[in-house]
């Protein structure tokens, strides 16, 4: 049995891509952790995700990932409020970011912890944009505030990377990794 331990709508899209079978928890845990560096921080996240899964699905193959955001050092979880994805979109708008997603992928507590790193770069937009981007209801779970494959898309000038790590799971690295 696989278990998908994510409130993500997106992450079970994309597991679905894979053709697998699986079921969803969302494992409740706290996400707050004092860590400077962004994939330490991720991986922390997805670590205490599958654990927390893990716990309670013990002979269940469990996925569980965190996606966060970095610009100019700067790292960027899900927007909390209007005014907060419009600073968030105002931060990348113009440049290069990169998404960052580790992921947790193991069975009994005996696992393996993974980070894919995508480069984002994202047109220039006016005030007026991401206002009326902001205005929409896709920043608001969103790591960055942005969703790559909805509106947003239309501001996307390239990307270097797994495309669906930017939606919250490298399929490809995690198809390979569930191969082995």
């Known amino acids: 049995m696989i278990v998908l331990g994510s409130s993500s709508p997106r992450r079970k899209e994309l597991l679905e891509m894979l053709g697998l079978k699986f ?9 707050n952790f004092d860590l400077k560096d962004p994939i330490a921080l991720s991986e922390k996240t997805a670590l205490e995700k599958g654990k927390a899964v893990s716990l309670v699905y013990p002979n269940a193959t469990v996925i569980a990932a965190d996606t966060i955001v970095l610009v100019d050092k700067m790292i960027l979880g899900k927007p909390k409020s209007k005014e907060d994805a419009f600073k968030m979109i105002k931060e990348i708008q113009g440049k ?3 998404v960052i997603t580790s992921v947790y992928l193991g069975k009994n507590l005996n696992y393996k912890l993974f980070s894919e790193k995508t480069k984002v770069w994202i047109s220039p937009m006016t005030d007026k ?3 009326d981007y902001v205005n929409t209801d896709e920043p608001y779970d969103k790591a960055g505030g942005y969703a790559i494959q909805g509106l947003f898309a239309r501001f996307v000038e390239r990307i270097d990377g797994d495309f669906y790590n930017v939606m919250g799971l490298p399929l490809n690295r995690v198809y390979n990794e569930l191969k082995k």
Not at 23 to 31: A, G
């Open 23 to 31: 079921i969803v928890y969302s494992p409740n845990i706290d996400e």
């Open 129 to 131: 944009e991401i206002e």
């Open 96 to 98: 290069m970011h990169y």
